[in-house]
């Protein structure tokens, strides 16, 4: 698939909170269009709410990112370059459905329900912290980046005062502006270190969500050592990035809007609602699901040819004027929980259950223990994350 003449596909957001103004003219005009990607290559690209949504659930779409048609933004890896055993968001039926069965249960909203006290004790810890250092602070080293991080290290059994590492070499992995050589280095980086941990915890398992799956694993024959690598590999990369980013952005619009930010504080129970607002407003992870036509599919009239990559423009989904009224709007008081934020149908967001529980704990105890909280810079002065697979934000600089 060759990009030919086709128009490039534009990455960065000129607007913070807004797709790109291309991509919302293609939900308009052209929901399902041919595009050259910055590395050079072509795809598909959907905009339109449904057909992503089919895309997502349609097993005549694959998820095998090592196809050679799968889409790849500049610097990404191509196929046979990746250091890591087939992770689960690259998996087909009938490989995806025994993997994921075998953590699903790690995630459970129950599950999640009995860390909240521990979830909020980390919250509180660090904003004691915050609140008695220096002024102003910088929102994404001081909360935004430690708590996640805190969390899913603590879950999976990975030592916390390893996390500078983590996130030195996983900003790097979803950098798009950086060789493919870079990334791989990156993620193999990762990959050595937590080849270690796991080897640790199949001589000596603890209470963890890696240690917990070794001894599954034991009682129904051999460890699949590569398997819990590859897990592990996502699970530590998208467990602290996406949510790290989500508190940074959440905070910086509630701000931005005073009298939304009022109603929470004087009802923290529409906090959940406002969270799923903000998860549809950003659609940070944008550009991380991607497929390919395994036989020729029509999507609204246009057939995708088999073979051929396609990349779903949730960002735009999530402004589908169909599904979403006034979807340019931030209304916190809407219904917003069809969002594509976390994608849809059989590779859905694993942890999106431990994602929503940790930002309503962020947003309602930072909001309920800081009521000065206000930006400590202009807006133009604040730097965005444009050249990231995960948007977000590169420092929030506040004061109270």
Known sequence: MTADSAETLQ???ICPYAPPE????LLREEPVAKVALPGGSAAWVAARYQDIRTILSDPRFSADRRHPNAPKLNGEMGPGESPLPKMMLEMDPPEHGPARRAV?????????????????????????AMLGG????????????????????????????????????????????????ERQHAALEIAIYLDKLIK????????DLLSRQVLKQRESGAVDHGALLSLAFLLLIAGHETTANMISLGTYMMLRHPDALAALREDPGKTPGAVEELLRHFTIAEFAMMRVAIEDVELGGTVIPAGEGVLT???TGNRDPEVFADPD?????????????FGYGPHQCLGQSLARVELEIVFNTLFQRVPGLRLAVPDEQLSFKDHSNVYGMHELPVTW
Do not use: W
């Open 329 to 341: 709007t931030f209304d916190i008081e809407r219904d917003a929980r069809s969002h594509l934020a």
């Open 134 to 181: 220096p002024r102003p602070v910088d929102l994404v080293r001081a909360l935004a980046l430690p708590v996640p991080s805190l969390v899913i290290c603590e879950l999976l059994g990975v030592p916390y005062d390893d996390h500078d590492f983590f996130q030195i070499h996983s900003a790097q992995l979803l950098n798009h502006t950086i060789s493919a050589q």
């Open 22 to 25: 291309q991509h919302l003219r």
């Open 200 to 207: 640790a915890k199949e001589e000596d398992p603890s209470d």
């Open 104 to 128: 699903v249960g790690e995630f459970t909203v129950r599950r999640m329900a009995a860390l909240r006290p521990r979830i909020q004790q980390i919250v509180d810890e660090h904003l004691d």
């Open 11 to 13: 990455i960065a957001r």
């Open 313 to 315: 423009l949730t960002n």
